[in-house]
């Protein structure tokens, strides 16, 4: 009996150690392939962080036409100056490291005279059909190298909503004629899909519910 038994302890030692063996060798595998899935990882790891900041994706922002209305244009002056290292904002102002900003509300992006665009810039422009209207400058300054790849501007970004709403109020009076501010009714629920308003409960529900 104890030789029986010992076979199979034997047997199951032996069953064990091919086991370890084959586990061993398939996991020298795994660790191979390890850099294409790290590859991966990050990816989405870019993408979570999106989502995140941006509450939900591209089109998903901060409204910032709203905080416009009560923004306030002489604290945006002050916030201007982590902009002023690299851009004039006063007319006829030289382009630096950036383009001159003067005007720069509802101008199309990428057209200042005399200033050479990154290809990320030139691609975010459309060629000439998007122009910096608040919302694209919103989109642009709250993290200017997520929403334009590829842009030259080395700036991380303005996360507060304010702070832009601010520095926005400030640019738009850098102009000739500022442009008109959003209308308080109507500006939430133009351009941009606001997610979960209620500006058209009627549209969701064609047919009443048995
Ligand atoms: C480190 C330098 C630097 C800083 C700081 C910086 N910018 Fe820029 N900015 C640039 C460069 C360079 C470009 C051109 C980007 C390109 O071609 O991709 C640019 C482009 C822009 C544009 C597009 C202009 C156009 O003509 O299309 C806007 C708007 C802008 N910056 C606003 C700002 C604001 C507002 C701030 C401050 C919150 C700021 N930038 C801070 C360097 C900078």
């Known amino acids: 009996m104890n030789s029986y038994v010992n076979m199979g302890v034997g047997a199951f030692l032996g069953t064990v150690f091919v086991l370890m063996s084959v586990s061993i060798a398939s ?3 795994f ?3 390890a850099p294409e899935k790290e590859g991966f990882t990050i990816v989405a790891e870019e993408g979570t962080a999106e989502a995140g900041a941006g509450g939900g994706g591209e089109a998903a922002e901060v409204d910032i036409k709203p905080l416009l209305l009560k923004a306030d244009a002489s604290a945006g002056a002050a916030v201007f100056k982590k902009c002023a290292s690299c851009h004039t904002a006063e007319k006829g102002g030289p ?3 950036g383009p001159n900003l ?3 509300v509802n101008r199309p992006v990428a057209s200042h005279e005399g200033f050479s665009y990154s290809a ?3 691609t975010f422009s459309e060629g000439g059909k998007v122009n910096w209207d608040y919302d694209h400058l919103s989109f642009f300054i709250e993290a200017p190298k997520k929403h334009v790849p590829g842009t030259a501007m080395g700036f ?3 996360k507060k909503p304010d702070e832009r709403a601010n520095l926005i109020a400030w640019l738009r009076e850098q102009a000739d004629s500022p442009a ?5 009714a109507g500006g939430a629920a133009e351009g941009q899909v606001a997610p ?4 058209k409960p009627a549209e969701g529900q064609p047919a009443p519910a048995q």
């Open 180 to 184: 008109p501010l959003p209308d308080a």
């Open 102 to 104: 003067w005007g720069v």
């Open 31 to 33: 660790h191979s392939e």
């Open 156 to 158: 991380a970004g303005l």
């Open 95 to 97: 382009n630096k490291v």
């Open 27 to 29: 996991e020298g595998i």
């Open 196 to 199: 979960a308003t209620e500006s």
């Open 120 to 122: 990320g810039m030139k």
